[in-house]
C-alpha cells in the first residue's frame, strides 16, 4: 500500500512559477516510478511528466517541455514537479501516482493516487 498525498497548488498569474509536492508513505517509495498528472474541468485526466524509480530517466509531454522539471527524493520519499513559466491551459487539479514498474513501459499501471492539488492561472 502506497499512501500519497500533494502539497503546492494555488492561483499564480501566467508567465509565474509553482512547485507541487508529493509525499509517499507506506511501501518502498524508490521500487516504483512516479508520476504527476492532470485533470482540467470537462477533459481527460492526462499524464504531465513521469520519473523512473532512481530519478535517472524523465519524461515530459510536449505541451510542458522546457516548462515543467519532474523530481524525485528518495531519501525523503518525496517527489516534485517544479512549473515554470505557467500558463492558463496549464490550469487544473494536478494528481501525483505510482507506477507498479520501476521503469514506465507500455505495460506500466498507476495504481496509486493522491487526492489532488488545485492549480490555477489566471491570465
Known amino acids: 500500500q502506497v499512501q500519497l498525498v500533494e502539497s503546492g497548488g494555488s492561483l499564480v498569474q501566467a508567465g509565474g512559477s509553482l512547485r507541487l509536492s508529493c509525499a509517499a508513505s507506506?511501501?518502498?517509495?524508490?521500487?516504483?516510478?512516479m508520476g504527476w498528472f492532470r485533470q482540467a474541468p470537462g477533459k481527460e485526466r492526462e499524464i504531465v511528466a513521469h520519473?523512473?524509480?532512481?530519478?535517472?530517466?524523465?519524461s515530459y509531454r510536449d505541451s510542458v517541455k522546457g516548462r515543467f522539471t519532474i523530481s524525485r527524493d528518495n531519501a525523503k520519499n518525496m517527489l516534485y514537479l517544479q512549473m515554470n513559466s505557467l500558463k492558463p491551459e496549464d490550469t487544473a487539479v494536478y494528481f501525483c501516482?505510482?507506477?507498479?514498474?520501476?521503469?514506465?513501459?507500455?505495460?506500466?499501471?498507476?495504481?496509486?493516487w493522491g487526492q489532488g492539488t488545485q492549480v490555477t492561472v489566471s491570465s
Open positions: 501516482a505510482a507506477a507498479n514498474t520501476r521503469v514506465v513501459v507500455t505495460y506500466t499501471t498507476w495504481g496509486y
Open positions: 507506506g511501501r518502498t517509495f524508490s521500487s516504483n516510478a
Open positions: 520519473i523512473d524509480a532512481m530519478g535517472g530517466i524523465k
